[in-house]
């Protein structure tokens, strides 16, 4: 699958002052943007209506630019130094998400939901180019030589699921995270907590979520599945101040149970025996056990990760099998 580029002729204009060491001032940049992650072809019509002068640069000069780094790239036909009109650049572009921000929560440890950007989905690309024949590129693999290698019986899948909408009919999907008491009002903190940001619908005292995760194509005799979650405590019941929230999550027998206090991020980890896993799909409950005598539980999750050994099975990878 391609997904198509627009190339604009955008001057480049950084409003933050540091960490644009990357730049080199007397290159010219090309800037497009990526929302949605996958592999990507810029043809040279492209190039040409966006006014890059194709027909004066060596193909081999190309970089093109992410986050502050060069990533590699594929220039077909670059090899006679001539943009010809059937060559073509392919890279591997991957949408916005919350690698920036992680400085706003002071450490990763306390960034809730790593996988979701803050502020925006869509990340700007620039393509630029040099005097230089020895950029960065994708080194093509060659060898069709399938006998001489042993081959795997799986690899390890991993679905994420990030949970940002909630509902904006009845609730902000938006949470302000931890607050403090200020003159009897509650009030947010200046800085981000570990419990704010964009999250799941919550559930409430003694309610409960479940998520359902793909989970085809099991390699039964691969190690254990993992599961990774966060989940955000969105209270703190005034009348208890040890333990006002209890969480549980569960899949199928298997359970992760903690007691905690207020507003806290709580990271979820268990090893699943791949005999607990659906062979379609597999249920992950987040529950609130009202067993304290609290008033108020309000819990979130932010995303779940499950990572398991998936057969060499690929048929729900149709769109890769097209491309390759
Ligand atoms: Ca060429
Ligand atoms: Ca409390």
Redesign the pocket.
């Given at each position: 699958m391609f997904l198509t580029v627009f190339v604009g002729i955008t001057s480049l204009a950084f409003a933050q002052p540091y960490n644009n060491s990357w730049i080199n001032y007397s290159q010219q940049y090309y800037k497009f943007k990526v929302a949605e992650t996958g592999i990507y072809r810029i043809d040279s019509t492209v190039l040409v209506n966006a006014g890059i002068p194709l027909s004066t640069i060596n193909p081999q000069n190309f970089q093109l630019f992410v986050r502050g780094v060069e990533i590699p790239i594929h220039i077909e036909g670059e090899g006679d130094g001539v943009f010809d009109g059937s060559d073509f650049i392919e890279f591997y572009g991957q949408k916005n998400d919350g690698w920036l921000d992680e400085i706003l929560y002071g450490s990763a440890a306390n960034h809730p939901s790593p996988h979701y950007s803050l502020y925006n989905d869509t990340i700007s690309y620039f393509l630029t180019w040099n005097a230089l024949t020895t950029n960065n590129r994708l080194i093509l693999e060659t060898d069709t030589t399938f006998s001489a290698y042993t081959p795997i019986n799986s690899f390890f899948k991993e679905n994420l699921d990030v949970y940002s909408s909630g509902s904006k009919i009845t609730l902000d999907p938006y949470y302000d995270g931890k607050t403090i008491n200020a003159g009897g009002k509650a009030v947010s903190l200046f800085g981000f907590s570990s419990t704010e940001g964009w999250f799941d619908n919550p559930y409430l005292i003694g309610g409960n979520k479940v998520k359902n995760v793909a989970t085809g194509n099991i390699d039964l005799l691969g190690s254990n599945a993992i599961l990774n979650a966060v989940v955000i405590g969105w209270s703190?019941?005034?009348g208890?101040?040890n333990g006002?929230h209890h969480l549980r999550v569960n899949i199928g027998a298997n359970v992760f149970d903690t007691i905690f206090?207020?507003h806290q991020k709580i990271d979820v980890q268990m090893s699943i025996p791949l005999t607990d896993l659906g062979a379609v799909s597999t249920s992950v409950n987040f529950a609130s056990i009202n067993d304290l005598g609290s008033g108020a539980d309000k819990q979130t999750v932010a995303y779940l990760k499950l990572k398991y050994p998936h057969t060499m099975d690929w048929k729900d990878y149709q769109f890769l099998i097209g491309y390759f």
């Open positions: 703190d019941y005034a208890i101040s006002d206090e207020g």
